[in-house]
C-alpha cells in the first residue's frame, strides 16, 4: 500500500531556511503520470498548496511563494525534499506531502508541525 | 484569499442531506477537473471525489459529487456526526499552472 512520512526540524528561526522530506513507499516516482506534492496548513486556517513534482522531473510551483521554493526528488531514495528560503512566522503550519495522480492527491502523509519562532 | 470560494460553514441534522459549493471561473473549474478532501479534526485530508464525481475505493455512496460550469458541488446524504469535518475542493488554476484549494467548509451535524 502507498504510504508518505514527513521528516525535518519543529523550530526554525525566522530568516533560516526549512528543510522538509517526504519519505514514501508503495510507488514509484518513475512512474508516468505520478507525483509528488506539498501541502501546509497553518493552525487553523486552509489548505495551502505549495509545490508538485512529476516523475519526469517537471516541477510545478506556488506563485505567491516560487521565489522562495525549490523541491527534489531522489527517485533511488523514495523521497522528494522540499526547502523554502527566508522564513517567517506566517510560514508556521502543519507540512504535508502527497501522492498526485492525474488531478487529485490521494494519499496523504500524517504531517510534520513546523514551527517558525526566535 | 482561495481563487476557489466555499462558504466557511454548512450545518444539519443528521440523516438530513447537505451541499457545500465551490465556485471558481474558466481559469480553473471551467476546464479541470475537480476534487474534494475530507478533513476530521486532527487528521491528514484525505480523498472523498475525484474527477468531478467519481469516488475512490470505500468512500461511500452517500457522498456524491457533480460539476456545472464554473461550480462544483459536494453532497452529503444520511448526515451522520462523523461526518463532521472540513471540507475543501481543489482543481488546477491553468495560467500560471498551480494547484488551488478552496478556503474549506466546516460541516456541523447538529
Known amino acids: 500500500q502507498i504510504t508518505l512520512k514527513e521528516s525535518g526540524p519543529t523550530l526554525v528561526k525566522p530568516t533560516q531556511t526549512l528543510t522538509v522530506t517526504c519519505t514514501f513507499s508503495?510507488?514509484?516516482?518513475?512512474?508516468?503520470?505520478?507525483?509528488v506534492g506539498w501541502i501546509r496548513q497553518p493552525p487553523g486556517k486552509a489548505l495551502d498548496w505549495l509545490a508538485l513534482i512529476y516523475w519526469d522531473d517537471d516541477k510545478r510551483y506556488s506563485p505567491s511563494l516560487k521565489s522562495r521554493l525549490t523541491i527534489t526528488k531522489d527517485t533511488s531514495k523514495n523521497q522528494v525534499v522540499l526547502t523554502m528560503t527566508n522564513l517567517d512566522p506566517v510560514d508556521t503550519a502543519i507540512y504535508y506531502c502527497?501522492?498526485?495522480?492525474?488531478?487529485?492527491?490521494?494519499?496523504w502523509g500524517q504531517g510534520t508541525l513546523v514551527t517558525v519562532s526566535s | 484569499q482561495s481563487v476557489l470560494t466555499q462558504s466557511p460553514s454548512v450545518s444539519a441534522a443528521p440523516g438530513q442531506k447537505v451541499t457545500i459549493s465551490c465556485s471558481g471561473s474558466s481559469s480553473n473549474i471551467g476546464n479541470n477537473y475537480v476534487s474534494w478532501y475530507q478533513q476530521l479534526p486532527g487528521t491528514a485530508p484525505k480523498l472523498l471525489i475525484y474527477?468531478?464525481?467519481k469516488r475512490p475505493s470505500g468512500i461511500p455512496d452517500r457522498f456524491s459529487g457533480s460539476k456545472s460550469g464554473t461550480s462544483a458541488t459536494l453532497g452529503i446524504t444520511g448526515l451522520q456526526t462523523g461526518d463532521e469535518a472540513d471540507y475543501y475542493c481543489?482543481?488546477?488554476?491553468?495560467?500560471?499552472?498551480?494547484?488551488?484549494f478552496g478556503g474549506g467548509t466546516k460541516l456541523t451535524v447538529l
Open positions: 481543489g482543481t488546477w488554476e491553468s495560467s500560471p499552472s498551480a494547484w488551488v
Open positions: 508503495g510507488f514509484s516516482l518513475r512512474t508516468s503520470g505520478v507525483g
Open positions: 474527477d468531478n464525481n
Open positions: 502527497a501522492h498526485y495522480g492525474p488531478n487529485l492527491f490521494d494519499y
